[in-house]
């Protein structure tokens, strides 16, 4: 069956770095897109960063552009992500989610209804 399944959070000071993993089963990634979002409380669901992983685009919004990369690994059927530069606001659950392709307008990666499976989530807390 298909799973999607992150790792990689933590506590972290201001002006660290972070790799977060999707590790993915039941299905090839090559076919798909896999994005990260997040959640903070309080706050709108945010997408972070995008990968088509047939042709390794990737797509980030204007306000993380910089600060995180995405990465796929066929091999290991696993996406990261690199944070690095980490602020306080950056502090969320972070999700990882499969969808047909990354859907990007305005700057933003768009979290509308293409995404069909969703990890569980990963916390990221940065704080000094």
């Known amino acids: 069956q298909v799973q999607l399944v992150e790792s990689g959070g933590g506590l972290v000071e201001p002006g660290g770095s972070l790799r977060l993993a999707c590790a993915t089963s039941g299905f090839d990634l090559h076919y798909y897109a896999i994005s990260w979002f997040r959640q903070a409380p309080g706050k709108e669901r945010e997408g972070v960063s995008c990968?088509?992983?047939?042709?390794?685009?990737?797509y980030y919004p204007n306000s993380l552009k910089g600060r995180f990369t995405t990465s796929a690994d066929r091999a290991k059927n696993t996406v990261y992500l690199q944070m690095n530069d980490l602020k306080p606001e950056d502090t969320a659950i972070y999700y990882c989610a499969r969808g047909t392709f990354c859907f990007y307008a305005s700057g933003k990666i768009q979290a509308g209804t293409a995404y069909d499976y969703w990890g569980q989530g990963t916390q990221v807390t940065v704080s000094s």
């Open positions: 990968i088509n992983v047939n042709d390794e685009k990737t």
